[in-house]
């Protein structure tokens, strides 16, 4: 499965239907931002059909930026049926996300 660019529209009922979700906040002029994509793509592939891997542009869906909170950019949320209980701020090894996705499954 791709990675799903999400709206405030489907942003709750997604990720509430989702067991386990992970969610880039990021923006397209954002030089780490583009670095961390690149790893953001990889685990969408290795998690295809276990975790939901989602992109929210914060120029496009800045109401939910402030909905969670994003004062930094990369932020990666990670959800649990909707409810978030962890997130990263700025570009990581994807070892540093896939633990918390193992972790969690």
Not at 13 to 18: D, E, F, Q, V
């Amino acid at each position: 499965m791709a990675i799903k660019h999400l709206t405030t529209a489907e942003f709750a009922p997604l990720t509430k239907a989702a067991p386990l979700a992970m969610v880039d906040f990021w923006a397209s002029w954002c030089g780490p931002c583009k670095m961390l994509s690149p790893t953001v793509e990889a685990i969408a592939q290795e998690y295809d059909g276990k975790v939901l891997v989602g992109k929210v542009n914060v120029d496009e869906e800045p109401e939910l930026a402030r909905q969670f909170g994003v004062m930094s950019i990369p932020t990666v949320v990670f959800l649990k049926n909707g409810v978030e209980f962890d997130r990263k701020v700025g570009v990581m090894p994807g070892d540093v996300f896939t633990g918390i996705l193992d972790d969690n499954l």
